[in-house]
T-cell receptor
Framework: GAVVSQHPSRVICKSGTSVKIECRSLDFQATTMFWYRQFPKKSLMLMATSNEGSKATYEQGVEKDKFLINHASLTLSTLTVTSAHPEDSSFYIC???????????FGPGTRLTVL | AQTVTQSQPEMSVQEAETVTLSCTYD???????LFWYKQPPSRQMILVIRQEAYKQQNATENRFSVNFQKAAKSFSLKISDSQLGDAAMYFC?????????????FGTGTRLQVTL
């Protein structure tokens, strides 16, 4: 299957700082990318859907000014957690869907810890 | 809105035995996809099997097969000859077939333990 990478895999930051997480589709073009958040022993919660070159669509309850999503190219989407607080600590997973809309591939996730 | 329900938070199976994980869903659509994803301790989501709703034949992938009952909106996963490496969280998911930005709706997951 196709590969989706995420960077960094783990990040620790101080409260009030911003953190950027990158999601790349390595061997295919992704017209649509998805960002999820997963709490321990819980399911994946969709945060937003992004299409290349357009603004992201956020799910209800997700603060778009806090979780900035940019999908600047067909292979890269970024999630920036602005002014992070301890409650933002979580596991963030990105996913990319190919242009043929056949499969959705998941990145390995990023563990964010805000002190 | 579509919903996916997994009523078994945890299941256990002995190595080499067979286990079935349950999933039900609710939708008003007639054309959609159903998936089972595996999330091992590494937390990498892995697609196990996919079923297209218009296909009557149940999907199979080696030791993994599904029992898709469209009228009952049921989509169970059967794992045969269970192996230690099958231990993981399993998520059932639904997605509309139409619309390029249609999103996956996940169930709450079933944690599968495999014992010797």
């Amino acid at each position: 299957g196709a590969v989706v990478s995420q960077h960094p895999s783990r990040v620790i930051c101080k409260s009030g700082t911003s953190v950027k997480i990158e999601c790349r589709s390595l061997d295919f073009q992704a017209t649509t990318m998805f960002w999820y958040r997963q709490f321990p022993k819980k399911s994946l919660m969709l945060m937003a859907t992004s299409n290349e070159g357009s603004k992201a669509t956020y799910e209800q309850g997700v603060e778009k000014d806090k979780f900035l999503i940019n999908h600047a190219s067909l292979t890269l989407s970024t999630l920036t957690v602005t002014s992070a607080h301890p409650e933002d600590s979580s596991f963030y997973i990105c996913s990319a869907r190919d242009v043929w809309d056949n499969e959705q591939f998941f990145g390995p996730g990023t563990r964010l810890t805000v002190l | 809105a579509q919903t996916v329900t997994q009523s078994q938070p945890e299941m256990s199976v002995q190595e080499a035995e067979t286990v079935t994980l349950s999933c039900t869903y609710d939708t008003s659509e007639s054309d959609y996809y159903l998936f089972w994803y595996k999330q091992p301790p590494s937390r990498q989501m892995i697609l196990v099997i996919r079923q297209e709703a218009y296909k009557q034949q149940n999907a199979t992938e080696n030791r993994f097969s599904v029992n898709f009952q469209k009228a009952a909106k049921s989509f169970s996963l059967k794992i045969s000859d269970s192996q230690l490496g099958d231990a993981a969280m399993y998520f059932c998911a639904y997605r509309d077939r139409t619309g390029t930005a249609s999103k996956l709706t996940f169930g709450t997951g079933t944690r599968l333990q495999v014992t010797l």
